[in-house]
């Protein structure tokens, strides 16, 4: 098999900024500093009468060229800036830029001295300091480049490889790929990622009961360490472009009886968003949990029931479910984040299969008018609006869904770990080309699938997927945990015991699924230790896998994995991309609110409870940085209420009402706002 054809690392930070978007930079224009883009198709610029190699200054250029292509391999060149911003100067490498609550700081320690040089954009072998004074050396092989200005700390002039576009530069579905991974475990919780923090408490096994039985600062804490700063450098460096950030809806507010955190995560989340912006990594923000739960699962905030769009309050979950879509809507359009969080995933593994399709899909709708009614229509205005395939099992049914909708996106999690077979057939056949055995062929046969709904939906993802071919992995399946491999799972929980076949079968699925999938997002970076010091779900961490050398350095080597692939056209209908025809919907949709709701008492959805939408609206806050506001509002005309319980009514439990009592006087119309 021919390798496929890559673009060489290059220390193009080095070079001038010409791009045609550098309009789109912040007011304080520090896209000056910051290297000319990389074209991917090169146009030959005519020439003069005269030869060129004749001309004298032909040999001059050429000389000079020689040497700032020497220095640009041979130094880790870091631009600086004055603080007092009277002059800037590119230079060797002297210092980064660490965070603040906006992903960065001066670099300095000392942001006030009107005469230290400060870094803000650096490449490979750069020196970043982080916002406790310490350092760190930028590894970034792949001509990528962070880049962080107090002065202009919404800046989107960062790259995080040569192939990618900056963030101020627009990014192309059908021709740029997404490398991505989720940050699964950070700010909502899964056992099997942090089996440690769980482990503290006999008998937490979801957020909700963790949250019961914590600590006061336990959570805090692990959201200021579990991921950093370093981890979002490490992403970049890793020939990535993207991150999948799941967060709960307790991030804007709680209602009473429910014990989450409420608010605190929120600032650990703009510095994720500055992060992100810092090294030049769009974000696609998943609401991760919804009030009720939309799936049951443990990380959908409950283990338990569905309460979302179904049983006796899923109506008035839904509404609360909607509201938050509109919060964060606000806030992630604004301009210091548009060019960051670039998609947004409404709602994560809603599970259709017991809500219903006419259900979900009303509602899909229903919050797809609410956004576009934020941002407005077309292309550049507002994130794509991802939606889960909700597990479904004949994808022909996403055919044509919301057809001339503005810029939705399908996002499926193509998982073999959960299909509850015995997993009999082996990954570890060799260190050849048949290692990863039947595994690999699994793999490919799902581009095909990708490729289709490309055309017959639109821009299609893989939001989750792992190296995971069995079970095996430490609260994998929630606590205590549980298996149906018919093997012996301590192997595939400790990779320290793994040989050159294993290593070699789980590389061969892992590179044989990002070569079907195309645009994906891995699910997850990081996989805490467990008790005994290791990694009890090492098929499940990026990170670990690619210090173990089973997940590649370079992502684009998947290329040609799959044999006989069948790839997407790249061209899409223009309505997918938020072009001519977005936002005339076509075809025959339930109204929302849907006529009937599954799971409760057999009566009519018009009257199950609902909220009032007479409640005060909690927006989301900006980072405090001098200078700099941002009051989390993109759309001033936006001025509803937002929902709140009708005075007198007596709901049930939002999160157990399956089959619940009716309760009289809580009716009304289910406004989302």
Not at 178 to 183: I, K
Not at 276 to 297: C, E, F, M, W
Not at 655 to 672: E, F, K, L
Request: glycine share 12%.
């Amino acid at each position: 098999m021919a390798a496929p054809d890559l673009d060489p690392p290059r220390a193009s930070f080095l070079m001038d900024n010409t791009s045609s978007n550098a309009s789109q930079a912040s007011p304080a224009n520090s896209t000056t500093l910051l290297p000319k883009v990389e074209q991917d198709d090169y146009e030959q610029q005519p020439t003069g009468k005269r030869s060129l190699v004749k001309r004298p200054v032909f040999w001059i250029g050429l000389a000079v060229a020689v040497v700032v292509v020497v220095l640009a391999v041979a130094l880790p060149v870091t631009l600086t800036k004055k603080n007092n911003n009277t002059s800037s100067s590119s230079g060797a490498s002297t210092s980064g830029s660490g965070g603040d609550s906006s992903g960065g700081s001066d670099g300095t320690g000392d942001g006030d001295s009107p005469d230290t040089s400060v870094a803000i954009t650096g490449g490979d072998g750069s020196k970043v300091t982080l916002e406790d004074g310490s350092t760190f050396t930028y590894e970034n092989k792949f001509g990528g480049y962070w880049m962080y200005d107090k002065s202009d700390p919404y800046n989107d002039g960062a790259k995080p490889n040569s192939w990618t576009p900056a963030l101020n530069e627009t990014w192309t579905w059908g021709k740029d790929r997404a490398y991505g991974v989720n940050l699964g475990g950070w700010f909502v919780l899964e056992p099997f990622i942090t089996p440690t923090l769980f482990d503290k408490y006999p008998g937490a096994v979801d957020e909700w009961t963790f949250s019961q039985a914590m600590d006061d600062g336990v959570l805090e804490e692990h959201y200021n360490t579990f991921i950093t700063e370093k981890d979002f450098a490490q992403i970049a460096g890793a020939g990535l472009n993207y991150i999948r950030l799941p967060i709960p809806f307790w991030a804007v507010d709680t209602w009473p009886g429910e014990p989450f955190l409420e608010k605190t995560c929120w600032k650990y989340i703009l510095k994720a968003l500055g992060w992100a912006k810092k090294y030049g990594l769009r974000v696609n923000l998943d609401l991760h949990t919804i009030p009720g739960s939309q799936n049951g699962y443990n990380h959908s905030g409950k283990l338990g029931q569905v309460n979302f769009l179904y049983g006796t309050m899923g109506l008035a979950n839904a509404q609360r479910a909607l509201n938050y879509i509109r919060i964060i809507t606000e806030f992630i359009s604004q301009p210091e984040y548009a060019n960051v969080v670039q998609i947004f995933g409404i709602i994560n593994e809603a599970l259709l299969t017991e809500i219903g399709r006419p259900q979900l899909t009303s509602w899909y709708k229903e919050a797809h008018d609410i956004i576009r009614g934020i941002t407005g229509i077309g292309a550049g205005k507002g994130p794509y609006i991802s939606v889960h395939d909700g597990f479904e099992g004949d994808m022909t049914q996403w055919d044509g869904f919301l057809a001339g909708s503005d810029r939705v996106m399908l996002d499926r999690h193509p998982y073999t770990a959960f299909s509850g077979s015995s997993f009999d057939d082996p990954i570890a056949t060799g260190t050849g080309a048949a290692a990863g055995g039947v595994w690999v062929t699994q793999a490919c046969a799902w581009g095909d699938e990708s490729v289709r709904l490309s055309s017959t939906f639109g821009v299609t993802v893989a939001g989750e997927w792992s190296n995971g071919w069995n079970d095996c992995g430490v609260y994998l399946k929630g606590i205590p945990g549980s298996s149906t491999f018919g093997g012996d799972c301590s192997v595939w929980e400790d990779a320290s015991t793994w040989d050159a076949s294993q290593k070699a079968g789980v590389a061969a699925f892992n590179a044989a699924q990002m070569d079907a999938l195309q645009d994906w997002f891995f699910w997850t970076w990081k996989i805490g230790e467990t008790t005994a010091g290791k990694v009890g779900s090492p098929l499940w961490s990026y990170q670990l896998g690619l210090e173990g050398g089973w997940i590649l350095k370079d992502p684009r080597e998947a290329k040609g994995k799959c044999a006989g692939l069948t790839t997407f056209s790249g061209t899409y209908e223009p309505w997918m991309t938020g072009g001519a025809g977005a936002g005339t919907i076509t075809g025959v949709f339930e109204a929302y609110p849907p006529a009937t709701i599954s799971g409760g008492p057999g009566v009519l959805a018009t009257d199950l409870p609902v909220y009032a939408a007479s409640g005060t609206v909690n927006t989301l806050p900006g980072p405090t940085m001098t200078g700099h506001t941002v009051d989390g509002w993109f759309n001033s005309g936006d001025t509803a209420l937002a929902p709140t319980p009708i005075a007198g009514c007596a709901y049930p439990d939002a999160w157990d009402a399956q089959d619940a009592v009716v309760p009289a006087g809580c009716t009304g119309v289910a406004t989302a706002i």
